[in-house]
């Protein structure tokens, strides 16, 4: 009888101890992810937990000891797994009355870390595992990919010279390839065979990896061409320099060359800014989450209530969008640039200088109800942090113009508008180029009876923060990452003395071990692409009226090469990207004084080698995070390139014939040419006029904004140093640069971003993680895309051919001092401030 009492007592104990494991086995999976309310399995969460099981508590221990010691001042680690993590790795004494929790708790995060990625918007957007049989480049992808390419660069080109911006991302145009892929997948599975391998325009339904090799196809290129984008229509544009003799051929040489040449440096960058876990690239999170959304197979989760799939997400989103954008481009166009303030009194001209949308500096708490305006900073793609720093550094900027420069006439800022990235004169009219030069050179004698080119007080503020970004960026981010860099430029000393030795060899997170299965692409074919670029520079340096000597260009790329690595560093870990256009002006200008057209060429080489080398290191990152084999990549994005710069070319010159005003001020449809006007701006001022004549005459107090840059990292460093804990999330760089938010831009396009960031990266963040993962990026790309493609019909609909809709709504925004751009002191008739004709600088 006893015997019988204790075996029953045994079963007893059994079944509490094996439904107690149930209830902690399905509390971990729900840790990993898994619908608590779905019975469907999820092969993440089952992964996760298989690798927990595995897993000893002194290995995870272990791992999450050499994650504080590598993560401990990584801004995008959250701060409060961390926290968490440091308790169980010192102070694990701390759970003496749970030990069973802590050693959960501890397993479950090293798994994380270990498996996969420490950053859950990293997780969100990526799995764990890989299967390299999936297919991937295949006919029907470059097919598509090639086709958004053409269709999406031409976009883009189009709407380049519009303020405000609209664009098709990468993220955007992958909503159409979902559709496209699945209906080849309906076609005949016709093909051949080579050497054992399958090629067919059918191989099977359409795959994740075939959306997203399609989408970074077309996302290296659909940005459009830099010289393009500026150099063409500053050269060809009477406006400006009106150099007929910029031909096609011309134009295809320059196109073509600036655009490759920065693919080289891609090859040296890729083993610093693509391998490295710390590289996170915020802003390329949300295409891989919508890829995600609309062609991976994934367990639809509940998440905080909400059931809905990503891709129905996506839809209802995109179609409010797409209706909405009527409102602010069309039907209310008030609500755009809701410079509500200046209503009050609309020919108020301090009120509107200081609150204005138009022409102001924006200090409006209620800024725009426009998805263009608001959307400028990208609030839901980079971090929360990143985009409080910049805010911070915007509003530094905005009152440092007020009482330190317009309203103080300092420099006869006064006489001119006081945001505006327009030249002026004397007179306080626009200034003409043209009118100081002979043969395409600076001639003093005209110089001399026309004017000083003047800028205005925002654009003082730009120009000074950028010259102190340059030393200040530089020197903190070397300082702050030199561990990493080291250990990156060691890695590649390494493979210099071990050509054969893999570019993963150092690398031993999980991402970087699937992407090892996988054969590299040789360092060679990016020096040969290189090589191509310049040869073709050359030949356009050398056949046409340029005035550029062949020299420039090998001077720009030393530039890059001293500076590229700690901007694109910058880049890959807040989403703050700054180009080295500026520099590269300020050094040619001094090279080549009096020469605007050799500076323009110059510096579309000196900021190309930077954009396109970090387009393309984008872009690996995203192959990275999606396991697409490099070799496919790299091959894509050389064609799409080149249908890139077809296009490019093409619809600027279609523009430059067919909009009536183009670049001019008042635009009936708002191309105004932003980027054209300040890239003028700067080859005047910088090319023609030339550096010595600014610094020691114009504007010597530049010339101190360097100095005032390299010193300024003291103070912060020590900062950093000293109080590592409270300045984790302070970013000076960043700081500065939220000062070049002006000319012609202003806090109208800043404020709306900071509310959203506080609202999506950091509120519902914290408080909803799992809706956060889920939806937020898709938010972003189906809010822009129903922007983009409202936009397109409206233009072609009832503005290409216009229809004006006239009433109160659409007028009350231009009807006052904000729109009318004017100027604090009104120059007299006939008269000029400044120094007299004779006596200029």
């Known amino acids: ?126 799995d764990p595992y890989d299967d390299p049989t999936t297919p991937c480049d295949t006919f029907r992808a470059y097919f598509l990919g090639l086709l958004w390419t053409i269709i999406g660069t031409g976009v883009n080109q189009f709407f380049s010279p519009r303020l405000p911006n609209i664009r098709l991302s990468g993220g955007i145009l992958q909503i159409l390839l979902l559709p496209c892929g699945n209906l080849m997948a309906l076609l005949p599975d016709w093909g051949f065979t080579i050497k054992g391998h399958r090629y067919s325009i059918n191989p099977g339904p359409w795959t994740y990896k075939e959306q997203m090799f399609a989408s970074i196809i077309f996302n290296v290129s659909i940005g459009g061409a830099y010289a393009a984008l500026y150099n063409i229509i500053t050269q060809k544009l009477p406006m400006f320099y009106d150099e007929q003799w910029a031909s096609i051929g011309y134009q295809f040489l320059l196109v073509f060359s600036t655009q490759f040449v920065g693919f080289g440096f891609a090859g040296i960058m890729r083993r610093l800014i693509v391998y490295p876990v710390r590289a996170v690239w915020p802003t390329i999170l949300p295409t891989l989450a ?120 300092f420099k006869w800022t006064s006489y001119l508008p006081i945001n505006s990235n327009h030249l002026f004169k004397n007179t306080g009219e626009p200034y003409d180029v043209r009118q100081i030069l002979t043969n395409g050179l600076f001639d003093n004698e005209k110089y001399q009876k026309y004017s000083p080119p003047y800028y205005t007080a925002a654009n003082l503020v730009l120009y000074g923060a950028y010259f102190a970004l340059y030393p200040f960026a530089i020197i903190y981010t070397i300082v702050i990452d030199w561990k990493s860099i080291v250990f990156s430029i060691r890695d590649l000393w390494d493979t210099i003395k071990h050509p054969m030795r893999s570019n993963y060899e150092s690398h031993d997170d999980p991402h970087s071990k699937m992407m090892s299965k996988y054969p590299e692409v040789p360092d060679w074919w990016f020096v040969a692409v290189m090589v191509s670029a310049v040869g073709l520079g050359i030949a356009c340096v050398r056949a046409f009226p340029t005035n550029t000597p062949i020299w420039g260009i090998f001077f720009t790329i030393g530039i890059n090469f ?13 989403g703050f990207s700054f180009g080295l256009n500026v520099l590269v002006e300020l050094i040619v200008g001094y090279a080549l004084p009096g020469n605007g057209t050799a500076l323009n060429i110059l510096k579309a080489y000196g900021y190309n080698i930077d954009g396109q080398a970090q387009n393309y290191i984008t872009d690996q990152k995203m192959a990275h995070y999606a396991k697409l084999p490099p070799k496919a990549v790299f091959k894509g994005q050389m064609i799409s390139t080149v249908i890139q710069v077809l296009v490019s070319v ?74 590592p804990r409270q300045t984790k999330y302070f970013q000076p760089t960043l700081v500065i640069g939220g ?12 404020t709306g971003s900071l509310y959203l960031s506080i ?61 009318a751009g004017g100027s604090l002191i009104k120059v007299p008739e006939g008269q000029i401030f400044g120094p007299p004709p004779g006596q200029f600088p």
Request: glycine share 4%; proline share 5%.
């Open 562 to 574: 001293v500076f590229l690595i700690p901007i694109t560093l910058i880049y890959s870990v807040t």
């Open 650 to 723: 093409g619809v600027v010159n279609w523009q430059i014939s067919n909009i009536d005003g183009l670049c001019t001020k008042h635009q009936a449809e708002k191309f105004t040419c932003p980027g054209p006007n300040t890239f003028y701006a700067a080859s005047v001022i910088w090319g023609v006029i030339g550096p010595k004549r600014v610094f020691r005459h114009l504007y010597p107090l530049l010339q101190w904004c360097f100095l005032i840059g390299a010193v300024a990292t003291i103070p912060f460093l020590l900062l950093r140093k000293f109080f």
């Open 290 to 409: 919508l890829n995600r959304a609309l062609a991976a197979k994934e367990p639809n989760k509940v998440v905080n209530g909400w059931k809905i799939s990503r891709y129905g997400f996506f839809l209802v989103t995109f179609s409010v969008s797409f209706i909405y954008y009527w409102l602010p481009t069309y039907l209310f166009e008030a609500l755009s640039y809701f410079n509500w303030m200046t209503w009050i009194s609309p020919n108020n001209f301090n009120l509107a200088a200081i609150t204005g949308s138009i022409s102001g500096l924006g200090l409006n708490p209620i800024p725009s109800f426009d998805w263009a305006v608001l959307n400028y900073n990208t609030p839901l793609e980079i971090p929360f942090y990143s985009q409080v720093n910049q805010y911070a550094g915007a509003l530094i900027a905005g009152f440092c113009v007020i009482p330190a420069l317009y309203w103080t006439n």
């Open 759 to 819: 609202a999506f990266m950091w509120y519902i963040r914290r408080r909803y993680l799992s809706w956060w993962e889920k939806y937020t990026y898709v938010l972003s790309s189906s809010i822009t895309a129903g922007v983009a493609f409202s936009a397109i019909i409206i233009f072609f609909a009832v503005q290409y051919h216009p229809k004006k809709l006239t009433w109160w709504g659409n007028s009350v925004s231009y009807a006052g001092a904000d729109s």
């Open 739 to 750: 000062m070049l938010s002006y000319a012609p831009y202003n806090l109208t396009y800043q």
């Open 1 to 126: 009888m006893e015997s019988k009492l204790h075996e029953s007592n045994e079963d007893v104990s059994s079944t509490k101890k094996s439904t107690r494991q149930v209830i902690v086995d399905e509390q971990v999976l729900i840790r990993f992810g898994k619908d608590p309310s779905s019975d469907e399995d999820d092969p993440v969460a089952s992964y996760y937990y298989d690798k927990y099981m595995d897993m000893s508590v002194q290995e995870g221990l272990d791992i999450l000891a050499e994650a504080i010691k590598y993560h401990d001042d990584d801004v995008n680690f959250p701060q409060d797994v961390m926290d968490k993590i440091k308790i169980y790795v010192n102070d694990p004494q701390a759970f003496e009355g749970d030990q069973e929790t802590f050693e959960r708790e501890v397993k479950i995060e090293a798994v994380l870390i270990h498996y996969h990625s420490p950053y859950p918007e990293v997780r969100a957007v990526c």
